[in-house]
């Protein structure tokens, strides 16, 4: 199939996405280092890991302010629309071809176009993660950085560890996203042309 070259991460998502998986994976080793590792043989020094966790995810809620913005104002926004006919239909669709047809050399049942950059696994998680489970993630770390904002009891638990809980919670689940992320962005006209599309902004077809 000869398919033309498609532009379709522009300028500002380029950038918020760069910076968006560096400082995951900055949280990500601070925050494991913090929850794991013992004082005496921490995998980061534990002051300096609170350090950078909390400047990252400082950095990271700023960031996630251009994404949301960006997404209400420009065209990249429609991509995280999701349409609800036939979804598990199609959902199943997708989740067939990466379990048996890619093996088979079966072309992709959602072809990547102009209007639909994501196939509907990729929309799903996207919006989820997004509008989910970062947003979470962030509001939950900035109640921890000022406990004092958050009621002792909450349903008549702790206040303090229901936020660390949902904090936790939701840092381990954009950590495996970002595992299965990396690993379906292999999937492309070769293993690395998604990883260049994302710098440079162009999809190139299979
Ligand atoms: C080192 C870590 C990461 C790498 C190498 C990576 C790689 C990529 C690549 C190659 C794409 C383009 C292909 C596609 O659209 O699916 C992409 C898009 C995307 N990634 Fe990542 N990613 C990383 C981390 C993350 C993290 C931590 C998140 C969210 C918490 C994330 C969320 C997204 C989203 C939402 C898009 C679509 C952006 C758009 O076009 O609107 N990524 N990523």
Request: charged share 10%.
């Amino acid at each position: 199939m000869t398919q033309e070259r498609l532009y379709l991460y522009p300028i500002w998502i380029r950038f918020w996405h760069l910076v968006n998986a560096l400082l995951c994976l900055l949280l990500i080793i601070t925050g494991i280092s913090m929850q794991f590792s013992a004082p005496a043989v921490a995998l980061v020094r534990f002051d300096t890991a609170v350090a950078i966790h909390n400047i990252a995810g400082i950095i990271l809620t700023i960031n996630y302010v251009i994404f949301f913005i960006g997404n209400l104002f420009t065209y990249n926004g429609k991509q995280y629309q999701i349409e609800y006919r036939d979804l598990t239909k199609r959902l199943m669709a997708q989740g067939k071809y990466y379990a048996f047809g890619i093996f088979k050399g079966e072309q992709p049942p959602f072809p990547i176009t102009r209007d639909n950059k994501f196939n509907p696994l990729q929309r799903f998680s996207y919006v989820f993660i997004m509008y989910l489970f970062v947003p979470v993630v962030f509001i939950s770390g900035w109640a921890l950085l000022y406990p004092e904002t958050i009621p002792t009891t909450i349903l008549g638990t702790s206040g303090l560890h229901l936020t660390d809980l949902f904090h936790i919670l939701s840092g381990f689940i954009i950590s495996f996203f970002m595992v299965i992320h990396i690993y379906f962005c292999t999937i492309g006209k070769n293993p690395g042309a998604n990883f260049k599309s994302i710098l440079n902004g162009y999809h190139e077809p299979h």
